[in-house]
């Protein structure tokens, strides 16, 4: 049945997280499914498939290949989660090249201890096996020598063809982006070449990347065209003989792995351009035809393989020359503004096509006018025969003068269209430079001081002491808080102001702790409004100590902590070290909309670029939030300050993961801030 290879973006982290952490806890695991969001409100369509993929997990015996189980689940498991890749039949399994050992991870080196009995493979031997691992670092490793080492190029180039290629490092740099590695595995979705919607898909279909089935369809396509004009064969006929029969269910195709009243490949959505014929199998006729002459250049044919392909074959040319114009009409109504979505380079393609076509056509129509002009000399001057050729010759004159004047316009057209996409990929620096400039003095007005957190690796000097995580400060006479069960919360941050530059609006002095639940959601309410739960608060508590008592003689001792098997994001204790900064909002926080306008206005380069210069990321008191997913406020960025932000911070020394790399934000009204009521402070996480 062939390979049918996906790439999938993903860390160990997230392999832990979303599969050996939760494949015997189905409730904590639907709970991470909600977080992420895989399904639409009120369907639990793909979260079911990934408890599913869990079960399946949780059956696998040792006496089982692991590549052919759990590690092909865990590919499906991403692909709910997340964006992936496909390409056919082309792995870095199939590389048998020891230039591209270094690059790779073995699965021995990831998983838990309990998983290391299976037989392991680390490569795809079979269909539905997961193949090669490549960790982040590696990813960065492999696309700085792809670009530099001509040897790593080649090889890779060769491998996965040029097409296919182009795939590969697409999935690559998205996996850098996302700061994750790279999983491939085969049999996660199975293209229908002939139907991409009746693709057969075990994780979820809209989570694949279009571009690698579509270049399989065009592939097969090519092959069966070819195929039929070889062997007088009706495509119509074979198409209908190899597809398989439509299925008809009222909501859901659990085989299929998706909805079957979606489309996954939207023609009129996705490719509303390409109906008109930029998409190579509507031009597929204009191939086979351009074949024939050895180039895609009718103007490079000789004279007589030019007539002979008019004369029998002018039906097809006509129809190819009006797909052209169609397509050339289709650029100039939308005045080059959307043409972003096409890729540049297949654009490029298809424009020195429509115009070698009208060139070609309009050669075509004069050499014929030659041709009969020459005939008449030789044959004779009958009077009807001069009538006879006075009239085609005229028909053919004015084809060949309209053909012309067209030729004109497409290629005033084809040097306009070409003059843009050059302009797509070469926009200055001196351009990128003044539209950050712009950007950065529309937000000064909005900078904010804030106190930068960063937690250290050696443990709290007192009880009162500034930390993350580790027991609280806490006086004897004071309930601990606790949520309606009884059970108490635990602490992940504790701030001293007097141990940190001052900060205008908060206290000079006390201490500011930050209470969590550990339970499925860290403590978050999900279902109910904030009123609601700032009269009856269960997943969280913001305390404060307005006078600090510096004698652990009156402090309790005998408090919670965390314990290591816990699931907060962190189990342990860390000093903190403050520095007071100044930042503008970034395009996450949506005071940025409020101040610089849409951040989309801009080109790619530009929206790269300030994402860089502008980030809130990290752990901090006050200042311009950050998000994994999105501001959660809906406009109500004014009402609501940042309070405290607790980023995941994670290296040799320390441990601090908010889910997937994720961050939590505590929020407060102003008013409330000054008189020092942290009685009403929003809680919110999410995470990638």
Known sequence: ?????????????????????????????????????????????????????????????????????????????????????????????????????????????????????????????????????????????????????????????????????????????????????????????????????????????????????????????????????????????MEKKMLRVEYEVEEEDEDDGYHADELWYDEEEYDKFYEEGIELYGLNELDLLLDEIDEHNILKAPWYKRLRLFFFRGKQLKEAETTALKMKMLFMHHDFENIEILDKEETAEYAKKVFHIAKGLNSIHFEISIMLFSAYMMIGKSSFFLWFWIFIFGLNLKRALDSFSESKEVTLWYDRLMSHLESMDNISQKEVDSSIAEIKEKLTPYAKEMISITPQAEKPAFLWSSKFGGHPYWTKERDYPANAKGNPLYMIAQLNFAEMPDLEGYPKEGILQFFIADDNLLGLTLDKNPEEIFKDPQGYRVIYHEKVVKDEALLEKNLPTVNENSSMPLTKAYALKFIKKEEFPSPSDCMYEVAAGDIYDYSDDVVDTLWEEVCNDGSKLGGYANFAQEDPRYGMCKKWQLLFQMDSDYDEDIEIMWGDSGVANFFIEPEHLKVRDFSRVLYNWDCH
């Open 1 to 237: 049945m062939g390979y049918d290879i996906s790439f999938h973006p993903i860390s160990e982290e997230q392999i832990q997280a979303w599969y050996f952490d939760v494949i015997g806890n189905h409730h904590r695991a639907r709970e991470i499914a909600k977080v992420h969001g895989v399904d639409k409100e009120g369907e639990d369509f793909y979260e079911n498939k990934y408890i599913e993929m869990l079960t399946l997990g949780k059956e696998a015996t040792a006496e089982e290949d692991f590549d052919n189980t759990h590690g092909y689940y865990i590919a499906n498991v991403q692909g709910i989660f997340e964006k992936y890749f496909y390409l056919r039949g082309a792995a870095f399994s199939f590389i048998a090249s020891p230039l591209m050992e270094p690059y790779y991870k073995k699965w021995e080196e990831i998983i838990p201890n309990d998983y290391r009995d299976y037989t392991i493979e680390n490569k795809i031997v079979d269909n539905y096996y997961s193949g090669k691992f490549i960790p982040y670092s590696k990813v960065c490793q492999l696309l700085e020598d792809y670009a530099n080492n001509e040897e790593i190029k080649t090889l890779l180039n060769k491998e996965f063809l040029s097409a296919g290629v182009e795939i590969i490092i697409e999935a690559l740099h998205f996996a850098k982006e996302q700061g994750v590695g790279l999983l491939e595995a085969d049999g996660v979705m199975e293209p229908n070449p002939l139907d991409l919607n009746e693709s057969t898909c075990y994780s979820n279909l809209f989570n694949c990347d279009i571009k690698g089935p579509l270049l399989y369809e065009k592939i097969a396509k090519k092959q069966m065209d070819a195929f039929a004009k070889e062997s007088d064969v009706d495509i119509e006929d």
